[in-house]
């Protein structure tokens, strides 16, 4: 059996979320006996994430310099992140109830393949020009292969609580699709359906990514 270990999966985060991973770490070790002098203060946490959120709520819609803000004050973020659980990891030394208690998540021992019915992943060609402020962002969709499907149907929206802001973006008889001219900072909701000879399949259940 391998050494459970802390994993840094707060990295892949949409930014909402791991603001809300930031602050339960510190909730968690905060007067903690297992962790009473963290690498971090908690209190340097608390105010990352404050100023994660701030940056967060203004880029919506605020443009590339706002957005630009938010990317520098979620790196401030990860790095802060990625230094307490290193810490979290010499202190627990392998003893998962001690990690999870610091609010971090622990790696799962080797189990079966799984493959997900749906993905959505971020563009090379986003990833490559980051850098650039001026980018747009794209987005790779993939769908699971289903018997007897000869196409598929890919939608995406911002708002997905209501069903007439869904757009379609595209049609392909392929199982991955990438959708371009995206906005970077914003979160979008994905979601696709396969065309047979039956007709439309339900839409699958939709996944949400903040575009870079």
């Known amino acids: 059996m391998k050494k459970v270990k ?9 930014v909402s979320e791991k603001v809300d991973f930031g602050k339960n770490t510190v909730t968690k070790m905060t007067g903690n006996a297992n962790f009473p ?45 990625r230094k307490q659980a290193l810490y979290v990891e010499r202190i627990t030394n392998g003893n998962e109830a001690m990690i999870l208690g610091s609010g971090f998540h622990t790696s799962k021992q080797p189990a079966p393949a799984h493959h997900p019915e749906f993905t959505v992943e971020t563009g090379k060609k986003a990833l490559d020009s980051f850098i650039d402020s001026t980018h747009e962002a794209t987005m790779v969709l993939k ?68 575009a870079m």
Not at 6 to 14: A, K, N, S, T
Not at 191 to 203: F, M, N, P, T, Y
């Open 37 to 81: 002098t963290p690498d971090v203060p908690l209190a340097q946490i608390t105010t990352a994430a404050n100023n994660l959120e701030t940056a967060y709520n203004a880029a919506q819609g605020g443009g590339k310099q706002l957005t630009a803000a938010m990317h520098a004050a979620e790196k401030v973020m990860d790095d802060l992140l």
């Open 143 to 210: 769908r699971k292969a289903v018997k007897g499907a000869k196409a598929w149907v890919w939608q995406l929206c911002t708002d997905p609580l209501a069903e007439d802001k869904w757009i379609y973006t595209g049609f392909s008889t392929q199982t991955a699709f990438t959708v371009e001219n995206l906005t970077p900072g914003i979160k979008y909701w994905f979601r696709s359906a396969s065309i047979s000879k039956e007709g439309l399949s339900q839409w699958c259940d939709p996944i949400a990514k903040i």
């Open 6 to 14: 802390v994993v840094l999966d707060f990295i892949e985060y949409p």
